[in-house]
């Protein structure tokens, strides 16, 4: 069953203006990530946030956690257009000891000029 | 820089046709995944090595098979490609395994006619 499902599928935005987008998951986790993957590339790991973090920054980027409502949110400030990719949540699953990466649907963000 | 490499980027086979990728990482991670992505969904895990040690998903099915000759190669073997094989293929490596960042190669898009 998938672990990561994201909000919204599509998002579009004018150059400058800010980005959130949202992940939600249903079982316990160790960490949470962030990967981008521009259109017919691999993905590249944004940030990863663990479970007993709250918040974490990286330049533009803020992701934050709530384990209680099992969701992570994404948010990208003062978009531009180079920032124009789908973006993946992945969580890795505690239950059964596996611990593998699970990716959610992703978001799709296009920022116009 | 260190990196993935996947090749080739784009191959094109026939129904049938067994059909090779390959993988090479030069950031001498432990583990090498396989992932498959159909367009528009999130990349799914076929198998993982860690070391030497293979492991596969339970759902990935019997025509895909996997090598690791040694730690920087890794490939991934298509018996008999379907229609319904014709995906993106995505080759990534991690420190060790589960709870760490995975580094991504570029793909390699598979056609099959």
Known sequence: SQQGEEDPQALSIQEGENATMNCSYKTSINNLQWYRQNSGRGLVHLILIRSNEREKHSGRLRVTLDTSKKSSSLLITASRAADTASYFCATDAVSGNTGKLIFGQGTTLQVKP | ?113
Not at chain 2, 27 to 45: E, F, G, R
């Open chain 2, 1 to 113: 820089d260190a990196m993935v490499i996947q090749n080739p980027r784009y191959q094109v086979t026939q129904f049938g046709k067994p059909v090779t990728l390959s993988c090479s990482q030069t950031l001498n991670h432990n583990v090498m995944y396989w992932y498959q992505q159909k367009s528009s969904q999130a990349p799914k895990l076929l198998f993982h090595y860690y070391d030497k040690d293979f492991n596969n998903e339970a759902d990935t099915p019997d025509n895909f098979q996997s090598r690791r000759p040694n730690t920087s190669f890794c490939f991934l073997d298509i018996r008999s490609p379907g229609l319904g094989d014709a995906a993106m293929y995505l080759c990534a490596t991690s420190r060790d395994r589960w709870q760490e960042t995975q580094y991504f190669g570029p793909g390699t898009r598979l056609l099959v006619l």
